[in-house]
């Protein structure tokens, strides 16, 4: 552990700024809680109204609090937080938690005077975790450096090795509190907040060095790291631990309650619904599952080809068929339903069962759905299930439990089952364990070093379409025969070595969109026709800047797809993929995958592309998605470019199948300089 990581979850001396000596008061609770759930190392009150707080000897100010100090809680007002932050860096305290709220989530003046803390902190070499932020807990180590009123609960705290990541703070109560009730423990539940500094993937890469945890889960309302939660999400595969996420926003409303919450920034969903995807991490899409997936994914891995499918072995027919429907509405088919309903819950008969289950090559899980037995006994109902998961290991196993049974549900979670209250969570999850997979591995320097050099020529802001077709032919998408030419008169000298009929289209940067301007002639047959069509567009285009004029040769093929890269605000770059030119409009909306792809993911982002057009259907020929998928891999490896920020090939002509494909058009928007930027990387 960093320190850094032992500053923030493991401190021994603790400063208090702003605590009250009246407990009944919110700023009075973190003392109450850290000694009341068994803090032994040294408080610090600071406040210049009291001798005492508590029972604990108060400091004026932090410069008469004596000696080293690890953690500052600030629980001051917001107006007061800089002044607080300041003395923070005289002491040369490496880490401070900031309770007030009024600051990015309440507006401009908020998000200004964030911006003065954060630049206080760094000036002073302090680490910040915050504002609006409710507090962490460490329950090994006794640290319930938190106001959460979920502390009220009698000690000990449920430990456990899950560790939580929560942009909401009173979401950490009630995880704490629901996981306790289905008898699951924590390592670390830390609330993040604004996250005006420390963010989610910055606890996240420390805890991946965490020995106490083995799952990292994260309540995420946006994300504002991308980068550094995909390096940090790949840290904890690394060391082997998983990472579980439930992501707010899917739709508008939530994803307004974001903003107005913590400040956050929306994005489009499907855009982190594939980063989550590319970093390894295990999204979940019901509440209750985040609480109750974590054993499933406890010192496991990804399934190398899992066949969505389920073995299920139930005691109760009826809730059976409530789970293996939910798990239908996710792709996920039941191999086998054995119902022991007439056989009764012996656990010899359970276990025999489930051991069958757990051996079945046709299914990837197996799944125990227990009916009123799991109320009324306990022991017996969920014997056989024990005996099960110690006698044949190797296969995720699950339990649902159709009655409210808390001590059935605590028997299991103690043996590291993962036991569910809802059909809904156990599909959810199961679907979620099978969705799972290895983080993708950065792109090879070698692989653009050519791209960057073509990027790097680039004149403005935005590519001319020549200097964007250097790019793409430099990542390795085939950009076909063409000819740059200034004017008619150069056009005769090389006529001899184009392919009529030609494309013409005149060449600037002003101009992205090149049909609306009327800078593009199709179809033209002879160099005649197009000296005219190039004077034409030189007198129409009067007043715009040219490089000059580009006559490509009419090309043939299945379909056009438009193949794009940008940087998405929240899941960073990513690669879409869908129908181009006049079929755009009328189709689904594009694909979308993290980049950088490998050619599996290319493969899978071609399969779930609306290219309908390119599949052989009614019988239309067969596109080559072979090559398309290639050429999908080439336009990730942008990804390694922070250079550019946007980049599309609309459309991208695609051949008949084994004749490969060929970019007719292309953009590259360069990315403006990011200052500030701070990502888990820059740790110590």
Request: proline share 6%.
């Given at each position: 552990?960093?320190?850094?990581?032992?500053?923030?979850f493991?401190?021994?001396?603790?400063?208090?700024?702003?605590?009250?000596?009246?407990?009944?008061?919110?700023?009075?609770?973190?003392?109450?809680?850290?000694?009341?759930?068994?803090?032994?190392?040294?408080?610090?009150?600071?406040?210049?109204?009291?001798?005492?707080?508590l029972?604990?000897?108060?400091?004026?100010?932090?410069?008469?609090?004596?000696?080293?100090?690890?953690?500052?809680?600030?629980?001051?007002?917001?107006?007061?937080?800089?002044?607080?932050?300041?003395?923070?860096?005289?002491?040369?305290?490496?880490?401070?938690?900031?309770?007030?709220?009024?600051?990015?989530?309440?507006?401009?003046?908020?998000?200004?005077?964030?911006?003065?803390?954060?630049?206080?902190?760094?000036?002073?070499?302090?680490r910040?975790?915050g504002?609006?932020?409710?507090?962490?807990?460490?329950?090994?180590?006794?640290?319930?450096?938190?106001?959460?009123?979920?502390?009220?609960?009698?000690?000990?705290?449920?430990?456990?090795?899950?560790?939580?990541?929560?942009?909401?703070?009173?979401?950490?109560?009630?995880?704490?509190?629901?996981?306790?009730?289905?008898?699951?423990?924590?390592?670390?539940?830390?609330?993040?907040g604004?996250?005006?500094?420390?963010?989610?993937?910055?606890?996240?890469?420390?805890?991946?060095?965490?020995?106490?945890?083995?799952?990292?889960?994260?309540?995420?309302?946006?994300?504002?790291?991308?980068?550094?939660?995909?390096a940090?999400a790949?840290?904890?595969?690394?060391?082997?631990?998983?990472v579980?996420?439930?992501?707010?926003?899917?739709?508008?409303?939530?994803?307004?309650?974001?903003?107005?919450?913590?400040?956050?920034?929306?994005?489009?969903?499907?855009?982190?619904?594939?980063?989550?995807?590319?970093?390894?991490?295990?999204?979940?899409?019901?509440?209750?599952?985040?609480?109750?997936?974590?054993?499933?994914?406890?010192?496991?891995?990804?399934?190398?080809?899992?066949?969505?499918?389920?073995?299920?072995?139930?005691?109760?027919?009826?809730?059976?068929?409530?789970?293996?429907?939910?798990?239908?509405?996710?792709?996920?088919?039941?191999?086998?339903?054995?119902?022991?309903?007439?056989?009764?819950?012996?656990?010899?008969?359970?276990?025999?069962a489930?051991?069958?289950?757990?051996?079945?090559?046709?299914?990837?899980a197996?799944?125990?759905?227990?009916?009123?037995?799991?109320?009324?006994?306990?022991?017996?109902?969920?014997?056989?299930?024990?005996?099960?998961?110690?006698?044949?290991?190797?296969?995720?196993?699950?339990?649902?439990?159709?009655?409210?049974?808390?001590?059935?549900?605590?028997?299991?979670?103690?043996?590291?089952?993962?036991?569910?209250?809802?059909?809904?969570?156990?599909?959810?999850?199961?679907?979620?364990?099978?969705?799972?997979?290895?983080?993708?591995?950065p792109?090879?320097?070698?692989?653009?070093?050519?791209?960057?050099?073509?990027?790097?020529?680039?004149?403005?802001?935005?590519?001319?379409?020549?200097?964007?077709?250097?790019?793409f032919?430099?990542?390795?998408?085939?950009?076909?025969?063409?000819?740059?030419?200034?004017?008619?008169?150069?056009?005769?000298?090389?006529?001899?070595?184009?392919?009529?009929?030609?494309?013409?289209?005149?060449?600037?940067?002003?101009?992205?969109?090149?049909?609306?301007?009327?800078?593009?002639?199709?179809?033209?047959?002879?160099?005649?026709?197009?000296?005219?069509?190039?004077?034409?567009?030189?007198?129409?285009?009067?007043?715009?800047?040219?490089?000059?004029?580009?006559?490509?040769?009419?090309?043939?093929?299945?379909?056009?797809?438009?193949?794009?890269?940008?940087?998405?605000?929240?899941?960073?770059?990513?690669?879409?993929?869908?129908?181009?030119?006049?079929?755009?409009?009328?189709?689904?909306?594009?694909?979308?995958?993290?980049?950088?792809?490998?050619?599996?993911?290319?493969?899978?982002?071609?399969?779930?592309?609306?290219?309908?057009?390119?599949?052989?259907?009614?019988?239309?020929?067969?596109?080559?998605?072979?090559?398309?998928?290639?050429?999908?891999?080439?336009?990730?490896?942008?990804?390694?470019?922070?250079?550019?920020?946007?980049?599309?090939?609309?459309?991208?002509?695609?051949?008949?199948?084994?004749e490969?494909?060929?970019?007719?058009?292309?953009?590259?928007v360069?990315?403006?300089?990011?200052?500030?930027a701070?990502?888990?990387?820059?740790?110590?």
């Open positions: 552990m960093t320190s850094l990581a032992r500053a923030l493991a401190p021994r001396r603790i400063a208090l700024v702003g605590a009250s000596a009246d407990a009944s008061r919110l700023t009075a609770r973190a003392q109450i809680h850290l000694r009341r759930h068994g803090f032994d190392g040294d408080i610090l009150p600071i406040n210049p109204g009291a001798e005492t707080i029972g604990e000897r108060a400091y004026p100010s932090l410069d008469a609090a004596p000696g080293p100090i690890d953690h500052a809680f600030i629980l001051v007002g917001a107006e007061r937080v800089e002044e607080a932050v300041a003395a923070c860096a005289r002491r040369q305290v490496p880490v401070a938690t900031i309770l007030a709220d009024g600051f990015a989530e309440a507006g401009a003046a908020g998000a200004a005077r964030q911006q003065r803390v954060l630049a206080a902190a760094r000036a002073g070499g302090v910040l975790l504002p609006n932020c409710i507090g962490l807990i460490n329950v090994p180590a006794r640290i319930a450096l938190s106001v959460n009123a979920v502390l009220a609960m009698e000690p000990p705290l449920p430990a456990g090795r899950t560790a939580l990541i929560s942009h909401s703070g009173s979401l950490i109560g009630a995880i704490l509190s629901r996981g306790a009730a289905r008898g699951l423990g924590y390592s670390v539940l830390a609330a993040t604004n996250e005006a500094d420390l963010g989610a993937a910055d606890l996240l890469a420390m805890l991946a060095e965490d020995g106490g945890t083995d799952v990292i889960a994260l309540y995420l309302e946006t994300i504002r790291d991308p980068d550094g939660l995909r940090a790949a840290r904890a595969f690394a060391a082997g631990k998983a579980i996420a439930y992501k707010l926003g899917r739709s508008a409303a939530g994803a307004a309650m974001a903003v107005s919450h913590t400040g956050a920034v929306a994005g489009a969903d499907a855009a982190v619904a594939a980063l989550l995807a590319a970093s390894g991490i295990a999204r979940l899409d019901d509440f209750e599952a985040l609480i109750e997936a974590a054993p499933l994914f406890a010192k496991a891995r990804p399934l190398a080809a899992p066949r969505r499918a389920v073995s299920v072995v139930t005691t109760t027919g009826g809730a059976a068929a409530l789970v293996v429907d939910r798990l239908g509405l996710a792709g996920i088919g039941a191999a086998e339903v054995r119902d022991l309903t007439l056989a009764g819950t012996r656990p010899d008969r359970v276990a025999a489930l051991g069958a289950a757990v051996a079945d090559p046709r299914s990837d197996a799944v125990a759905v227990i009916g009123s037995s799991a109320q009324f006994r306990p022991e017996e109902s969920v014997a056989g299930v024990l005996r099960a998961a110690a006698d044949a290991p190797g296969k995720p196993l699950a339990a649902f439990l159709a009655p409210d049974a808390p001590e059935s549900a605590r028997r299991l979670a103690a043996a590291g089952i993962a036991c569910f209250r809802t059909p809904e969570a156990a599909a959810d999850a199961l679907r979620a364990r099978l969705d799972w997979r290895a983080p993708l591995p792109v090879d320097a070698g692989d653009v070093a050519q791209a960057r050099a073509a990027v790097g020529a680039i004149a403005g802001a935005v590519a001319d379409e020549w200097e964007a077709r250097g790019v032919a430099a990542l390795g998408v085939t950009t076909g025969e063409a000819e740059l030419v200034a004017d008619p008169d150069a056009l005769a000298r090389i006529a001899a070595r184009l392919r009529f009929p030609v494309a013409l289209k005149a060449v600037s940067a002003a101009l992205p969109h090149k049909t609306e301007a009327g800078a593009v002639a199709l179809g033209l047959g002879d160099p005649a026709a197009a000296a005219a069509a190039m004077r034409e567009m030189r007198a129409r285009l009067a007043g715009v800047t040219l490089r000059g004029f580009l006559l490509m040769p009419m090309e043939r093929g299945v379909g056009e797809v438009l193949l794009g890269f940008r940087r998405d605000p929240q899941a960073g770059p990513v690669v879409v993929l869908g129908a181009g030119g006049v079929l755009a409009e009328l189709m689904p909306p594009p694909a979308i995958a993290a980049a950088p792809l490998a050619a599996a993911e290319a493969r899978r982002l071609v399969e779930a592309a609306p290219l309908a057009h390119l599949r052989g259907v009614r019988g239309r020929e067969r596109g080559d998605l072979a090559a398309l998928a290639e050429a999908v891999v080439a336009v990730s490896r942008l990804a390694a470019l922070a250079e550019v920020a946007e980049a599309e090939i609309n459309p991208l002509l695609v051949r008949r199948e084994g490969g494909v060929v970019a007719l058009d292309a953009l590259v360069r990315a403006e300089e990011r200052a500030g701070r990502s888990n990387r820059d740790l110590p």
